[in-house]
């Protein structure tokens, strides 16, 4: 295997990133086909820690590794929970130091093609959302709920649709973890937490059914 330490210089400003998010760039790891890099890209940080950012939302101590912080809280935190592997979960390995910072190494999920699993939103724009898919799609919401996991980006970009071992089909999120309200109370009550996750089902619900309607492949 590939080496995936805190040893290893990664260069990735001469490549392509495999997708972009509000924060955060996701590269194929140069060494290792099995693994992806996440690093934070510049715009996010003069964005998000500029000399106009309001002084409580900047972390002291974290500064603009706080969504890899939030990440590993909750990896974690399921972790903890089980004691056994989290498959709803996207698998954190390690970090890198890069020539774009500091890089958080992640599983790379892969469909039986070897190509990247699909996302939900892919799914649905390729009219590929049926009643199997919706299945998974509900069993992924059940363990979410019943788990200590906290959500703060629920969308049907942020998970993606995979075979296990035995080949049954699931949801894996891969982005959209942690709690980032100023008061934690999502962190302090398990109540709360779940109420909070409730909330963002229906509203999950409501963007597939938007993404369907302006796919224009669903009957109406």
Known sequence: MARDTMDTF???KNLKPLAQGSFRWVFQHPENPDLLVKVIH?????KRFGKKTRWYKRPRRYGKYLCFVREIQEFITVHAQTNTA????QRIVGFAQTDLGLGIIVQAIR?????LAPTLRNLINNGL????IKKSLD??????LESDVIINDL???NIVYTQNENNDYLFVMIDGLGNNSFVPFKTMSKTINRRSKLKRFDAFYAKIEHFKKISNRYPA
């Not at 989290?86 to 979960?89: N, R």
């Not at 469909?111 to 190509?115: F, L, M, P, Q, V």
């Open 10 to 12: 990664l260069k990735l």
């Open 42 to 46: 510049a715009d996010a940080m003069a």
């Open 86 to 89: 989290v498959p709803f979960l």
């Open 111 to 115: 469909n039986s093609d070897g190509n």
């Open 129 to 132: 959302y049926d009643e199997s």
């Open 139 to 144: 069993d992924f919401l059940a363990l979410l």
């Open 155 to 157: 969308s049907p970009g």
